[in-house]
């Protein structure tokens, strides 16, 4: 089974600033099985990336993804106040099917 | 717009069963992938289970294997989660979610939440 494994596991940053998430794999991913998540507190989680770099429906450009293999990276350049959340990423296995979550990232409010 | 609805959640006691279901509307059930994923307590996100297009193929977390089946009636548009043999460690909100490619979850419901306590 693939583990997921993101750092750091807070982020304390300002609006205005560029965040930086990381997501590691215990081994090698396919690009076009691997996401971003956002969730709010009381929230169910929202797609932001998919296939590591593409950004879903309505997320706005200042959100992107990158990366390939085991390592993964969620950039959000220019924090608007709304940004701060819990982060999360995910990986699909075809053989047999199944799904892992890293242990998500806090980013909050310095 | 998209709608996926769960319900069915509450308070079980341990070794009971339960059933969630999730109500879909503003998509084109029968061609995504649905899951479950269920989130204790202040814990991250844990996948459950999924059901391909047609119902054939199901698969389950590692946790809940042999005490959960995933189902679908795509003629209701409507995705199903049968819990038996419930546990203390089953506690947690459920979500359904729905996969146009099968790899990553496009949409979600806004939970169920299910505690299992005596």
């Known amino acids: 089974e693939i583990v997921l494994t993101q750092s750091p596991g807070t982020l304390s940053l300002s609006p205005g600033e560029r965040a930086t998430l990381s997501c590691r794999a215990s081994?090698?991913?396919?690009?076009?099985?691997f996401g971003w998540y956002q969730q709010k507190p009381g929230q169910a989680p929202r797609l932001l990336i998919y296939?590591?770099?593409s950004r879903a429906t309505g997320v706005p450009d200042r959100f992107s993804g990158s990366g390939s293999g085991t390592d993964f990276t969620l950039t959000i350049t220019r924090l608007e106040p709304e940004d701060f959340a819990v982060y999360y990423c995910?990986?699909?296995?075809?053989?047999?099917?199944?799904?892992?979550f890293g242990q998500g990232t806090k980013l909050e409010i310095k | 717009q998209v709608q996926l609805v769960e319900s069915g959640g509450g308070v079980v006691q341990p070794g009971r069963s339960l059933r969630l279901s999730c109500a879909a509307s503003?998509?084109?059930?029968?061609?995504?992938?649905m899951d479950w994923v269920r989130q204790a307590p202040g814990k991250g996100l844990e996948w459950v289970a999924v059901?391909?297009?047609?119902?054939?193929?199901?698969y389950y977390g590692d946790s809940v294997r042999g005490r959960f089946t995933i189902s679908r009636d795509n003629s209701k548009n409507t995705l199903y989660l049968q819990m038996n043999s419930l546990r203390a460690e089953d506690t947690a909100v459920y979500y359904c979610?729905?996969?146009?490619?099968?790899?990553?979850?496009?949409?979600w419901g806004q939970g169920s939440l299910v505690t299992v306590s005596s």
């Open positions: 979610a729905a996969s146009e490619g099968g790899s990553t979850f496009d949409f």
């Open positions: 503003g998509f084109t059930f029968s061609t995504y992938v």
């Open positions: 059901i391909w297009y047609d119902g054939d193929n199901k």
């Open positions: 081994q090698s991913v396919r690009s076009s099985y």
């Open positions: 296939d590591a770099s």
């Open positions: 995910q990986q699909y296995g075809d053989s047999p099917p199944r799904y892992t």
